[in-house]
């Protein structure tokens, strides 16, 4: 009988995970559902997903919530994956987890209800940081090294890395990519310039903590050199 993932060993594992959910539109259609139905069906899956990386130990994780982007789609699919991403991260403030929203909090895009989030909070014991990127784009995450608040304190490339908008997420080892794309859709461009990346055929509703567990399996077996 095969181990369930909790009793399964690794050699190595990603000391920080990104998660790009995509597919939810497409899982929707698939089911007779309008296309916004499939957002709702995504919140289960990460909240699973981040329980899993939990008790596995690995210390931080980061989700692809909506990009300023995604905005641009018809008003009543915005509206859902925007409840989405609130409900989410009310969720997750109930466990154990550092917990930071990142995306332009100046736009009307950007949910209120998850400006108290936009500081680092620490839930219970805090075991794992949790990042949640809400209406993100990474141009805005880069200009904020010029305009932001740390802007007058960028005087190398080090001040640079310190001053952008997602600051206080660190480098990605592992991204996993649901949905069958090919791209990072912008995801983080600094965190991700060395990151291995794992695409799964399936799509985000329909998670199971295999998928994940394979994922992991294939990362064992890469040679990280970080460019050296």
């Not at 939990?54 to 931080?60: A, F, N, S």
């Not at 209406?135 to 310190?162: K, P």
Request: glycine share 8%; net charge positive.
């Amino acid at each position: 009988m095969e181990c369930g993932p909790l009793k399964q060993t690794f050699r190595r594992l990603p000391q920080h995970v990104g998660i790009i959910p995509d597919g939810n539109r497409r899982w929707a259609e698939r089911h007779n559902l309008p296309k916004e139905a499939g957002y709702a069906y995504g919140i289960k899956p990460g909240l699973e997903l981040f329980k899993l990386c939990l008790e596995l130990g690995i210390p931080e994780l980061t989700y692809y919530g909506f990009t300023h982007d995604n905005t641009k789609r018809p008003t009543v699919q915005k509206e859902a994956f925007t409840q989405a991403c609130i409900e989410a991260v009310r969720l997750i403030s109930k466990y154990d987890a550092a917990l930071l929203v990142v995306g332009n909090y100046h736009s009307p895009a950007f949910p209120k209800e998850l400006l108290p989030y936009t500081v680092r909070r620490n839930f219970g014991r805090a075991r794992i940081k949790l990042n949640f990127l809400v209406n993100y784009d990474w141009q805005w995450d880069l200009f904020q090294a010029c305009v932001g608040e740390r802007a007058a304190a960028v005087g190398s490339s080090r001040d640079f890395r310190r001053a952008i908008g997602s600051a206080d997420v660190s480098r990605i080892d592992l991204i996993v990519r649901w949905g069958g794309r090919r791209r990072l859709s912008g995801l983080l461009p600094v965190q991700t310039i060395y990151s291995d990346m794992y695409v799964l055929d399936e799509l985000w509703p329909d998670y199971h903590p295999e998928q994940f567990i394979r994922a992991l399996r294939w990362y064992e077996q890469q040679d990280v050199t970080l460019g050296g």
